[in-house]
């Protein structure tokens, strides 16, 4: 039996905290707020303050049930511990079970908003109700971000509604029945943004497959990215989206 301590946000909550009930291994959950998704930066630190906290010895592999999340895994540094990450872009991959899948959904209807129970029943004041692809608008990820750290996220999110920006993309609205918990007040909920804001409404099943395989210690190269200690994580260009790069031993010292 391997002790694995696992890194998630609140948005995955119910369904790490399943899997971790039914792995054959013990697993530690640490979950962050889904609000410091709002700036990478944050989170990017966030994360690797953790994983420098965490003990050599203290178990036998970290897991980061993250995507890339906008960078915010990127330049991650696993100092002794190896690091264990899914290979997709954000939460909504690993809500649908695969990065394939998010690839079709993201094909063939980019504009998509995406709703869960987890996201929204832990939703912060002044957040999104659900969450846009991550790579629809990246230049307005950065202009939303400037915009928090200037003025706040209150006077942020109102000027990206008066600009016009924030929704002008999306036509459809899809929630995801993860399959626990009762969400049907959330489905409504969501349902009734999509009427108000003339999208087509879909309900989809989600799909634990990609979260229990981390969770459970089942991690093909293909899908799973493996940090070695001594090395951070890159984007990369190719299917793999992600590659672990050594650190030099100079800028290590400096992490």
Not at 60 to 81: E, F, K, M, N, R
Request: charged share 25%.
């Amino acid at each position: 039996m391997k002790h694995y301590i696992a890194l998630t946000c609140e948005a995955l909550a119910r369904t790490v905290y399943a899997a971790a009930a039914a792995s054959p291994h013990t697993i530690t959950v640490q979950l962050y707020r889904q609000g410091l998704h709002n700036t990478p930066k944050k989170l990017r630190a966030t994360l690797q303050d953790q994983i420098d906290a965490i003990e050599p010895g203290a178990c036998d592999a970290i897991l980061l049930v993250y995507g890339i999340c906008g960078t915010s895994t990127l330049d991650l540094v696993t100092h002794h511990t190896p690091l264990i990450m899914p290979r997709t872009h954000d939460c909504i991959a690993l809500y649908l079970g695969s990065h394939a899948r998010y690839q079709a959904e993201f094909d063939a209807q980019p504009g998509t908003y995406w709703y869960s129970l987890d996201y929204m029943e832990r939703n912060e004041p002044g957040s999104n109700v659900g969450l846009g692809a991550a790579t629809i608008e990246d230049n307005m990820d950065h202009v939303y971000e400037e915009y928090i750290e200037k003025y706040g996220q209150d006077n942020a999110d109102y000027l990206m509604e008066v600009m016009g920006e924030w929704g002008k993309h999306y036509n459809r609205a899809v929630y995801i029945d993860m399959g626990i918990g009762d969400g049907r007040a959330y489905e409504q909920l969501a349902q009734e943004q999509a009427q108000r804001r003339n999208w087509l409404f879909e309900r989809k099943e989600g799909n634990r497959r990609l979260i229990n395989m981390l969770i459970h210690g089942e991690w093909p190269d293909d899908e799973f990215l493996t940090v070695p200690p001594g090395h951070t994580i890159k984007q990369f260009g190719g299917d793999g989206l992600l590659r672990a790069e050594r650190i030099d031993a100079n800028d290590l010292g400096d992490k």
